[in-house]
């Protein structure tokens, strides 16, 4: 049992490890610029993320944060004046485990995500 568990740890701390590094995702915008996500902290504490968002441009912008399961657990839209904006979203105070972050153009379509995980 003992062994197990030790076993279930390890693995859970290494999975945790790997998943909080890739916090930067990089995608290409319409005007071929590279768009960088960036989820700090990682993992999320207290219900609220903040995310760096480098390379856009000067458009309206969606953001959508869904859970493990994909359901909305939060929306943000706004315009973005400059190619790099910070963005603070609270989540539901039941937001707990993984997360899936989507920048999306006013055309509608999804131009960028990322991963990230909520403990508290």
């Known amino acids: 049992m003992k062994n197990g568990l030790t076993a279930l740890l390890l693995l859970t ?3 945790l490890q790997c998943f909080s590094q890739n916090t930067d995702d990089k ?7 590279q768009i960088t996500l960036t989820i700090m902290p ?7 993320v903040i995310v760096k968002l480098e390379g856009l441009n000067k458009q309206q912008y969606n953001i959508r944060i869904l859970n493990n399961s994909g359901d909305l657990s939060a929306t943000d839209k706004f315009n973005s004046p400059t190619s790099t904006t910070f963005r603070m979203i609270d ?30």
């Open 42 to 48: 990682n993992p999320v504490r207290n219900n609220r």
């Open 91 to 120: 989540l539901k105070r039941s937001f707990k485990g993984y997360g899936r972050l989507q920048l999306i153009d006013e055309q509608g379509k999804i131009i960028g995500q990322s991963k990230f995980l909520a403990v508290d």
């Open 13 to 15: 701390f290494v999975s």
């Open 27 to 33: 995608t290409q915008n319409s005007s071929n610029n």
